[in-house]
Structures are given as C-alpha cells and as structure tokens.
C-alpha cells in the first residue's frame, strides 16, 4: 500500500474533520467499524523468562492507557520475544564482539602456517538489527513512542452529570450589593 497509512476515524473525528468530511457521516463510519473485546488473555506458557516479563510489562501499560484489545494479544507477544531476542544477542556481542576471525592454514608439514583469512560479522548482529526495528515498528503502531505519543489522543469521558453536581453543590458565594 503507497502513501501515509490511513488515520483512525475516532482521531478524525478528535481533530475536528480537517478534511471536511462531515461529522455526521465520520460518526456513521466509526459505529460501523467493528470494536473488539478489551482485555488481554494471561500470558503463554510458552513466554519464559525476559520475554514473560516484557509481555506483562506492555499488558499492563496496554491497560493504563486504555488501548488493550484482545486481537492485539500476538503482536503484543511478538514485541515480547523480540526484545527478549534482541537482548540476548546483544550480551553475546558485547561479550564477544561483533566480528570474528576465519582462520585457515596455509602451507604443508613444517611450513604450515595458521593464518586468518577473514573478518565477519557474527550473526547476532543482524538479529539484534532485525528485532529492535520489529519492536519499534511495534512501539510506533501502540503509541509507546515520543513521537506516537504526541499523535494518540484519547477522548475524555464527557460526564455532564458530574460537572453540573460539582457546580450545584459548591458553596454559593455572596453577592456584592451595589450602592
């Protein structure tokens, strides 16, 4: 699919239509778009480890910023394995280094000679490569970005009722009689 990805009705509706659409007709299309179970399941069984603890981490923060919905349970546990992936690979690049040595020997009997052939690179870098772009690809689609942050509005429940009682119960104040 070319150009920008399409922007959400609800955030649409939140910016006021810049794109002059029609409120009625942006109401119309959120109600028929399809809204799914909030609430993620328990966390798989077979998430150990680093992984188990980032999948419960995101659940929770998924939960605070009321964007928990069931389908998103895999991608969430797929920025969970990533980052347990990419956090290993790392260690064993720090520990190691990111290239290693092909030795070979050159020469027969007494004249052989170890020698090295070539430099490369290990492959946990092009693993930790892969997983850190998957999970930001993850954090820029949830908002877990600076700069998706900035573009995730989330509507205030508009609760008339309890404005008019904070205003109906307030002290009344005295009024100033004008000579």
Known sequence: ???RKPKPTALQIAEGDPRKIGAKKLRQKLESQPHAQRGYPDCPEHLKGLARKTYLFLVEQCEQMGIDRRPDCLMLEG?????ARAVAAD???E?????FEVKGIIGRGDDAECVVLDIKTR??????DKCWKNLKSFASEFGFSPVSLTRLTIEKQDDHDADLMTMLSAPRAPRVQVQ
């Open 79 to 83: 920025a969970a394995q990533n980052y």
């Open 1 to 3: 699919m070319k150009g």
């Open 95 to 99: 520990s190691e280094g990111a290239t």
């Open 123 to 128: 492959p946990e870098v092009a693993i930790s």
């Open 91 to 93: 260690s064993v690049i």
